[in-house]
């Protein structure tokens, strides 16, 4: 039989290409294996990682089984946990990345394959922290008008920064009420005569729209997860334009909403009743909300409607969850107590303090919270570090005698804290000439040093990861 030469020309082709493929496994073959690339590794460069997040290493072939622990380092220094799985290693981080450094990921040849072959050669990648920024709102309490006096003066600000240079207003309007952030999106809810409304920028591009409500009225409470698009919100109509009927129909009502696509959910307690709530908390992916009716009693809430709320007890008033969700902490008339979400259970805490506790911040590990002492002449705040429940506590910071605590928050990477004071030590913060607060002055301290790094006036303050 006779062989054209586009048939030769076919048959040398499969032939080159099939010699290729011998050579390439022959060579693979013998040099063990190789990493392909380290999995989520442009998350961290555009977040800090905290304690307890994973990474993972991922080969080019089958591994043998075993603890590689002593053949992976992370420098600076970062304790870990290994565990091989068939063609990785996940790597558990047992610390937190410091923000703005630089890591170096060292994965010495002592790897082996399936075949008993080792590594050709080390493996290294670095990877760089981001330098952290914030969001905040400046707001305006009303200035005097003099001869410097400009139209935008009259407006609060949303703004964000990077540690370390000049803040950058994304947002302005005549009188913002409360604004929520994270790193790729800023929901800011406004005042206006009739009603509130909530206006969505996107962190990067600064585009702004108008997010339309699904009913009229004022929001009182609104929370967006730190990690994700979802935010949950309530509307309460005005109850000087409406029927006290419709007020009770209406009130309170919870809606989410997934600022990719900007749909809008309205939130069930059971089929075709709608859920209330006076208080609202997500976890840090958006994927489940604590909410507590009034008749202070909480509920686990899907955001998307996925299943029915769950009861979980009544509280006077709860902190959250910890960032991998796995309790939340409630406050009673007896005290503390941890809820176990994954199996119910519940644990007593007992904070050793004399004086009252303000507020707590959960993370995985790690416990911050701030006390207040008070005194017939002034009020003693501190903010305290717990590293686990029955570690022991060290102070993080005190209060001058001319000012008191407000709020605080410490960064993903825990080396960071803003603190924000009210000089007038005035009890609450509103809108324009109304509030007590005339200045409320946000301090950012480095934990480590006991250092003030800086300090400006604005509330609200929050970390984007």
Request: with cysteine.
């Amino acid at each position: 039989m006779r062989i054209n030469t586009y048939t030769r020309s076919i048959i040398s082709l499969c032939l080159v290409l099939f010699g290729c493929i011998f050579v390439a496994s022959l060579f693979l073959y013998n040099h063990g294996p190789r990493v392909r690339f380290i999995e989520l590794i442009d998350d961290i460069e555009k977040s800090s990682l905290t304690q307890n997040s994973t990474f993972r290493i991922v080969f080019d072939r089958p591994l043998e089984q075993s603890d590689y622990s002593s053949s992976i380092s992370i420098t600076p220094e970062l304790p870990f946990t290994a565990q091989t799985t068939t063609q990785s290693i996940l790597i558990t981080l047992n610390d937190n990345l410091r923000h703005d450094t630089k890591y170096e990921i060292y994965i010495s040849p002592d790897i082996i394959d399936k075949s008993g072959k080792k590594m050709r050669s080390a493996y290294t990648n670095t990877i760089e922290t981001e330098v952290p920024s914030y969001a905040f709102l400046e707001r305006n309490y009303g200035p005097t008008i003099d001869s410097s006096f400009s139209e935008t003066d009259a407006n609060d600000h949303v703004k964000i920064a990077q540690l370390g240079k000049e803040p950058e207003i994304i947002f302005s309007y005549p009188q913002i009420r409360s604004f929520v952030a994270n790193s790729s999106y800023t929901l800011v809810v406004v005042k206006d005569e009739l009603k509130d409304n909530l206006y969505a920028i996107d962190t990067t591009s600064k585009i702004i729209k108008q997010i339309y409500l699904p009913q009229d009225g004022r929001i009182p409470k609104i929370v967006l997860s730190k990690r994700s698009a979802t935010a949950l919100f309530t509307v309460v109509p005005d109850y000087n334009k409406v029927t006290s009927e419709y007020y009770e129909i209406y009130a309170n009502r919870v809606f989410s909403i997934n600022l990719e696509n900007e749909e809008i959910l309205q939130l069930n307690k059971e089929p075709n009743t709608p859920l209330k709530a006076y208080e609202l908390q997500l976890d840090t992916d958006g994927q489940v909300a604590l909410v507590q009716d009034e008749s202070q009693v909480f509920y686990i809430v899907n955001p998307f409607n996925d299943y029915e709320p769950i009861p979980i007890g009544s509280h006077n008033e709860s902190f959250g969850f910890n960032e991998n969700t796995t309790e939340i902490l409630f406050r009673d008339t007896g005290g503390f107590s941890r809820y176990a979400t994954e199996n119910s259970d519940v644990t007593a805490v007992d904070f050793i303090t004399d004086g009252y506790i303000q507020n707590v911040i959960l993370k995985t590990n790690t416990i911050f919270y701030s006390i207040s002492s008070y005194s017939q002449n002034s009020v003693k705040n501190s903010i305290n570090l717990l590293p686990s429940w029955d570690g022991e506590e060290e102070v993080l910071w005190t209060n001058n005698n001319n000012e008191s605590l407000s709020s605080f928050s410490p960064s993903y990477d825990n080396s960071l804290l803003a603190v924000q004071t009210n000089p007038e030590k005035c009890r609450f913060d509103d809108i324009g000439e109304r509030s007590a607060c005339k200045e409320t002055n946000q301090k950012l301290i480095d934990v480590a040093k006991g250092e003030l790094l800086e300090e400006f006036l604005g509330i609200n303050f929050v970390w984007l990861p």
